[in-house]
Structures are given as C-alpha cells and as structure tokens.
C-alpha cells in the first residue's frame, strides 16, 4: 500500500490544492481545487499530478506558469480568496461581491505577480486584509487600500454604525462596552422596532410566572 502523500497548498498548473476531500465511490483520493480563475473543482489526485487536468475547465491549455512559489503565503490566500468571492457561485459571500456584480480587475485576476507587486508598494502586512474604499466598485489598484481585519468587520454594509454621547460605534461594541446582552439589544431595535437610545437604557422586565396559574393547569 502506497504511502498517503498530503498534496494541500500545492500548485498544478493552474489548480491549487484547498483540501482534500472524501474519497470517490471506487476509493480513489480526490481533492478541492481552486483555479486562478476563481472557480473551484473537484480533481482526482492522480489526474492533477500527471497534468491531465491542469484547470477547473476554463481553460483548455495552460497559459500560466507559477513561477513565484508563494502558494502557501498568506498575500498568495488574500489573491485567492478575492477572487473566489467574485467568481465562485459556491463561496458562502459569492452573494455580497460576485451576486452583487463586483469584479477584480484583469491586471490583478489573471496575475498573482502584480496583485503581490502592488500590495508590497501600498503598505501589506500579514495583519492587514484588502479593503475596498467603495464597496459598490471593484478590487483595483485605486478602490483598495490595507487595513486591520476587525476595522474591515466595522465597515462591512451590514455593519450599522449607532451614536451615544457623541460617539459612533456598532452594535457589537456598544453592547461590549455598556455590558449588556447583544441578543437582547437586537432584538429590541430589529424586532421590537425601538430606538437605539430606548434599547440600551431601558432594563430588561422579568414578569414573575403566576404560580397559583401553573399549579391549576398542572392537576
């Protein structure tokens, strides 16, 4: 029995291994690919090393060659990601950038090697993540900058920002700051229908159960 060989993290022509993933009915190794397209695909190992798949199916020769050995980087992740969440219907945030009609630009989708170039330029660290300055454009040189990822949480469009004595934050932070139950501030302002100021100041009620009532409807 030949040794199992972890393949996770490395290039075959235009494909990079993700993860592998429960073998085939016939017992045969398959993995999760992601292509430099964006698309993912299922590949069987075999077919990856000895190149008879070399993308998701987009391509029907290889037209790119992986030069810069950076695959297991996390700027190499940053490159993939964004575009998986562009172009990957099977991606759980495809709806928010891909459904919403958000691109990356041709200089950065069909080359690692320039999105690298220009992050290294414009002040990419590992604690940094790619923002866009305008959600509604595309990733480009000119819509992205680098910025810590729990400031990126912060500015997400779903994110509602609320100001108490002349401070803004969002909700998460309010309620960690005051103290108070996040589950239970929400659901005042989102299914209650009350104000920010009234959510957060009114205590919580808890009504004293009738226990004459429960002993009755017990016998």
Known sequence: MSKFIDITGKRYNNLVVVKRMKNAPNGVT???????????TIVRG???KNGSVKSCGCRKHNSINATHK???TRIYREWASMKSRCYCENTKT???????GIEVC?????SFENFRDWAY?????????IERKDYNENYCPDNCIWIPFNEQQRNRRNCLLFTHNGKEQ???EWC???????KNVHNRIYRLGWSFERAISEPVCIKKRNKDYVRVHEK
């Open 94 to 100: 495809y709806k928010d950038y891909g459904g919403r």
């Open 170 to 172: 969002n909700l998460t």
């Open 176 to 182: 960690n700051e005051l103290n108070l139950s996040y």
């Open 106 to 110: 041709n200089e950065w989708k069909n």
């Open 46 to 48: 075999s077919n990856l």
């Open 30 to 40: 398959v993995w999760k690919c992601v292509c430099d397209c964006g698309n993912t």
């Open 121 to 129: 330029s414009n002040g990419y660290s590992d604690e940094l993540t």
């Open 70 to 72: 950076m695959s297991k």
